[in-house]
């Protein structure tokens, strides 16, 4: 254990962090060792990590002096602010700064931060396609997460871009559902782009493998995805994999999905909207071929449908 390179993994009760400490774990011979960051060490998903191996130490995104300690005697540390707690961007961009803040006290020797594109980049101020939020932002969690890249400037990062994790399907209520007529259905603005998507489990794994090669991705922007899919081709393999009846795709209008009225529905349709209107450019940053580099385990959209059968199936009340 002494002469494990620790890693310090933020948010790792949640998906992403939680995909790298169990990638730590799986690999005992791999040479590090994973420190679990949470602000409750009590809660189940910190003590089932205690339990199967890892040290657990309790941090706050919004106390820099308890990150310095949680990164204190590290290797590495890996970074993922949580948007959907808060649903501010300015919000994000303080906590990655305090990450940044404090992996530089602590001589962190590399950082893998969990980012995204910023979309604005991808149209002109003044374009009325889509609105701004935040009253500064087109996708506040995209946008902010970008814009934070910039606090780990002269440090030894890794700029991780993710994709729309396919555990969305059942974890935020994006599963297809039963309709009036008894009939599959779901909704979205996305035409017929292509969507790149992942096992949010791969996320955590491709982090592993950044760590695990070294220098070669410091200073480095990696963007991964499992497959890049139409909604109309993800209906089809749910139908298949589950043995359910066909599932009719409502492709709506983002204004439209922005005006569904559920928390987050604007900050979605213009996320969808960028992931539709600026595919060209979304899936040019993603690879599938440099995810499963890093991770040979990689997931296909099938296989993850496959692996999460009964929580989908719940999900769609099917
Ligand atoms: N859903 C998607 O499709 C998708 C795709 C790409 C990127 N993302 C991004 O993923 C991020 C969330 O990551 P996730 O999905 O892995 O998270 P998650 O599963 O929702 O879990 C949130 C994690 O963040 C930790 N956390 C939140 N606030 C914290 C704070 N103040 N101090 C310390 N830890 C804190 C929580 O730890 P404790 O509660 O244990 O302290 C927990 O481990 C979001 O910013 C989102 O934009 C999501």
Redesign the pocket.
């Known amino acids: 254990m002494a002469d494990k390179k620790v890693i310090a993994v933020?948010?790792?009760?949640?998906?992403?962090?939680g995909g790298l400490v169990r990638a730590i774990l799986a690999d005992p011979a791999g040479g590090f060792a994973a420190r679990a960051?949470?602000?409750?060490v009590s809660?189940d998903?910190?003590t089932a990590l205690k339990s199967a191996g890892a040290e657990v130490v309790k941090?706050?995104?919004?106390d820099v002096e308890s990150l310095k300690k949680a990164f204190a005697g590290a290797h590495g540390v890996y970074a993922?602010?949580?948007?959907?707690?808060h649903f501010s961007g300015d919000k994000e961009k303080v906590?990655a700064k305090n990450i940044a803040d404090a992996a530089k006290a602590a001589g962190v020797k590399h950082i893998v931060w969990?980012t995204?594109e910023d979309i604005r980049k991808f149209m002109k101020a003044d374009d009325k396609r889509m609105p701004m939020l935040q009253t500064k932002y087109r996708v506040p969690?995209f946008d902010a997460k970008a814009e934070a890249n910039a606090s780990f400037g002269g440090l030894p990062t890794t700029f991780l871009v993710?994709?729309?994790?396919w555990d969305?399907l059942y974890m935020?209520g994006m599963a297809p559902k039963k309709g009036d007529d008894g009939k599959l259905a779901w909704t979205f603005p996305m035409g017929t782009a292509k969507m790149a998507g992942i096992a949010?489990e791969d996320i955590g794994k491709v982090a592993y493998g950044i760590f695990k090669a070294g220098n070669q991705y410091v200073g480095k922007t990696v963007g991964v995805m499992g497959e890049a899919l139409t909604i109309e081709q993800m209906g089809q393999t749910i139908s298949k994999v589950l043995g359910v009846g066909p599932v009719k795709y409502n492709a709506v209008e983002a204004d439209a999905y922005r005006s569904f009225g559920f928390p987050g529905a604007d900050e979605l349709g213009n996320m969808f909207q960028a992931y539709r209107d600026f595919d060209k450019e979304m899936l040019a940053n993603r690879s599938v071929d440099t995810a499963r580099k890093l991770n040979p385990a990689l997931q296909s959209f099938e296989q993850f449908v496959t692996k999460q059968k009964a929580a989908i199936k719940t999900a769609m009340g099917v």
Do not use: M
């Open positions: 933020l948010g790792s009760t949640g998906s992403q962090g960051v949470t602000r409750d809660k998903k910190a941090a706050d995104l919004d993922v602010t949580n948007f959907w707690e906590q969990s995204l969690h993710t994709s729309f994790y969305n935020f949010a």
